[in-house]
């Protein structure tokens, strides 16, 4: 993906140089960080994975984060970040003026290392990028997407940490356009079974909305390459909660399924950028659909 010269957001909060923390070894806190991704993706508890690598890992000294040069691969990604998130403000911008649906509310990138505060609580990087309706803020430790590239053999394309981005601004999306809220609402009104699955349409979504995102993306800028959508698909197909079920326990238990298959989040980014239809919702399709 073409991001070179590209404008850079200034919707973006560096807070990595004003945390301190417990020092954890290198190794530990990668692996830390994916095991607890992992576990969030599937639905799991992503904290009690964290708190128990941490206590097995734990050193006595603490590290202040701002007394340390960040790294070029580092800063790189965080000049990255930047440019994607300026490119989903100009793609989202279009698309909501184009569906009548008023200015798009900017939402903030909020880079942290090791643990953070948001509206929705405090959270480690062990949860992976998330976001907070709550504050309108999209939070990221980037030694997820260094750790997600070496894991998941997706070194040096661009695309593929795009993806992640784009998905977490989906839910953005889905927060503006009153998605969220009805969906977050009927789930506490409803049992854990039911809850997945409203939970799985709403992550299906978000691929929908980064697909889409990418769709315009390429149409105003010409910005994808040969390649990109493939390995889009690949970390789709790796983070589908059939695929992590199976490699951590050996089978998959579809009733605690919270972001849907590999087949599915592969179907509904890969339809997003082919259509670029903002009329589609995965609400508005059966279970057999999805």
């Given amino acids: 993906m073409k991001l070179e010269g590209r404008r ?3 919707n973006v909060e560096d807070r990595r140089g004003m945390s301190t923390g417990a020092k954890v070894g290198t190794g530990g806190i990668l ?3 994916i095991a607890a991704a992992f576990a969030y993706f599937t639905g799991g508890d992503p904290m009690q994975v964290m708190v128990q690598g941490v206590q097995q890992q734990m ?3 603490t ?3 701002g007394e340390r040069e960040f ?3 580092e800063q790189a ?3 990255d970040c930047k440019r994607i998130l300026a490119s989903t403000e100009d793609v989202w911008t279009k698309v909501f003026r184009e569906n009548g649906w008023g200015e798009y509310q900017y939402p903030t990138l909020v880079l942290f290392t090791n643990q953070v505060n948001s509206a929705c609580g405090s959270a480690s990087a062990a949860v992976g990028p998330f976001y907070c309706s709550g504050d309108q803020k999209l939070y990221v430790d980037l030694s997820f997407f260094t750790e997600m590239k070496r894991q998941l053999g997706v070194q040096g394309n661009t695309f593929a940490y795009a993806y992640v981005l784009a998905h977490e601004i989906g839910h953005h999306v889905e927060y503006l356009t009153g998605t969220l809220n009805k969906a977050h609402a009927a789930m506490n009104q409803t049992d854990k079974v039911s809850a997945n699955k409203l ?3 709403l992550e299906l979504l978000a691929d929908y909305y980064a697909g889409v995102w990418a769709h315009y993306e390429d149409a105003m800028n010409h910005s994808m390459e040969y390649g990109d959508m493939e390995k889009g698909l690949e970390l789709a197909k790796a983070i589908g909660d059939d695929w992590l079920q199976k490699k951590a326990q050996g089978r998959a238990t579809p009733e605690s399924f919270t972001h849907g298959t590999s087949d599915q989040r592969k179907r509904w980014l890969k339809r997003g950028f082919q259509t670029g ?3 589609t919702s995965t609400f508005n399709v059966s279970e057999a659909e999805l």
């Fill in 59 to 61: 050193q006595a000294q």
């Fill in 71 to 73: 790294t070029e691969e």
């Fill in 8 to 10: 850079q957001s200034s």
């Fill in 277 to 279: 239809d903002m009329t």
């Fill in 31 to 33: 692996g830390i960080i």
């Fill in 199 to 201: 939970s799985v349409r």
């Fill in 77 to 79: 990604l965080a000049e």
């Fill in 63 to 65: 590290e202040t984060i």
